[in-house]
């Protein structure tokens, strides 16, 4: 008999950039891989859609810097990093219906919102950001609180506030400096020798391109990709993990939920290992909704790629300019714009009638940018995203949920256990990479696996007692 263990069998809750990296490396071990995705494609927030006329998109804007090495490591793998440029990348700021040069130190020295103090006084404030290197002392306050120390009050209320509450809406004066810590970092490091501006890398094709790869990848190696199929819930059979997937039990070997950690909380809410204090730990992190527009017009209305918006009374979050950055020779001279927002939720904006929401931006963007008419619109595409962004306060390093849940045989790995970071593709494929490891050490050390393993179980179904209480 031979006493090896056989390929483990692995669901994977959740088709997002960090689902699809974990089932990747562990179909590349030889496991037996099932990914199940609730919406109709894969990609979580980096899904793809088509315009009009053919070209892909991401629903939501993604960028990458030149120092996301798990990224580019892992397109390098795939075989896509030719497909990967870095564009130098040009911002603006906008203040009280005037636009601002934002990119270089010298147009930092041109902000006349600020008295010539404060420009001076912000610039020293980057640069001793960077000097920082140890971020652990920063998680305990918060970046308003250390801005206005160190940047002064009215420069933090006319350069920083706006950003925060933009980024976290009422949780704005909570959010540690850690977190912006390492943002400021990021974008610095993100600057090729000898140039002023930094610069944001993307894919001829769009981040579809790297989806499509991972597919085929775990199509060829036997994975089964399931989209538009939701979990009943997360719970147990024989000592093992099992789903419930159209009222039916599957059993596996192990389970990663690449999943928002409160939807993991409702998944495995009648799991007979769920404790009241897990339950609450999943369900403590708070999270914003974001809600985007994709907008395309006839002719340019900025040659601006990031438009920074500093005004608390600010229509949205967010105004960027696609062919800004990569050129409109590679968008098909297409004049593509993301519009978008971070709200809780409930807000109205994630569930007022799309053509309202068209009504409101249009409006806000033509005060921000007059060259912009509703009249230039070729087409505009409304997206919204519930969990979109997690809320790192000062309390929340020590409250982050570990990877390997209380639940045997159950993983976690979400965005909302990157930090001090800020979410994106590149944390996504390294925490993927991270929890894929730890599933197959798991494998390895369980000694039920170390024998000849019988053939696949069929589903079994769940005694209807169970199935309805432990609808999520």
């Not at 999943?259 to 204090?277: D, K």
């Not at 045989?409 to 909302?416: I, M, P, R, V």
Request: glycine fraction near 8%; hydrophobic fraction near 40%; charge should be negative.
């Amino acid at each position: 008999m031979n006493h090896a263990a056989a390929p483990a069998r692995i669901a994977v809750v959740g088709g997002g950039f960090t689902g699809l990296t974990a089932a990747y490396e562990l179909a590349k071990a030889g496991h037996r891989i099932e990914v199940f995705e609730a919406a109709p494609t894969l990609g979580g927030l980096v899904a793809g859609f088509e315009l009009d006329d053919g070209f892909p998109l991401e629903r939501a804007y993604h960028f990458l810097y030149t120092t996301d090495h798990w990224m580019t490591d892992m397109a390098e793998e795939l075989g896509i990093r030719d497909k990967l440029s870095f564009h130098p990348s040009s911002i603006k700021a906008f203040h009280q219906g005037r636009r601002y040069g934002f990119t270089t130190p010298l147009e930092l020295l041109r902000f006349t919102p600020l008295s010539l103090v404060d420009r001076i006084r912000t610039g020293l404030t980057g640069l001793r950001t960077l000097s920082l290197r140890n971020w652990h002392p920063l998680t305990k306050v918060t970046a308003y609180e250390w801005l206005c120390r160190v940047n002064g009050k009215r420069a933090t209320d006319i350069v920083w506030k706006p950003l925060l509450v933009g980024k976290f809406d009422i949780y704005w004066d909570r959010i540690t400096m850690a977190w912006l810590w390492t943002r400021i970092h990021v974008r610095q490091t993100s600057k090729i020798d000898g140039e002023q501006t930094e610069r944001l890398g993307y894919f001829t094709g769009g981040f579809r391109v790297m989806v499509d790869r991972w597919v085929e990848e775990l199509e060829r190696r036997g994975a089964v990709l399931r989209t538009s199929t939701p979990i009943t819930a997360f719970h147990q059979l024989e000592g093992k993990p099992a789903l419930v997937v159209d009222g039916e039990v599957r059993r596996f070997d192990a389970v990663l939920g690449a999943i928002p950690s409160n939807a993991l909380a409702r998944a495995a809410s009648q799991h007979p290992a769920m404790t009241p204090e897990y339950a609450k730990q999943l369900n403590d992190i708070d999270y914003l909704g974001a809600a985007l527009m994709i907008v395309t017009t006839s002719h340019p209305i900025t040659d601006t790629y990031w438009h920074q918006i500093h005004d608390l009374d600010a229509p949205f979050l967010v105004f960027l300019s696609l062919d800004s950055l990569i050129g409109a020779e590679n968008t098909g001279g297409r004049y593509i714009y993301y519009i978008g927002d971070y709200v809780p939720n409930d807000h109205e904006l994630m569930t007022m009638d799309e053509d309202a929401l068209r009504e409101r931006w249009f409006a806000g963007l033509a005060e921000l940018i007059p060259e912009f008419s509703p009249d230039l619109v070729v087409e505009s595409h409304v997206f919204r995203f519930r969990n979109a962004q997690h809320i790192v306060d000062v309390t929340y390093e020590s409250r982050i949920p570990a990877m390997r849940t209380p639940l045997p045989g159950y993983f976690l790995a979400n965005f909302s256990q990157v930090f001090p970071e800020d979410r994106g593709t590149n944390y996504a494929v390294r925490d993927g990479l991270q929890v894929a490891g730890l599933i197959a050490a798991a494998l390895a050390a369980d000694p039920s696996r170390v024998v000849a393993e019988p053939p696949a179980t069929q589903p079994v179904p769940l005694p209807a007692s169970t199935v309805e209480s432990s609808s999520a």
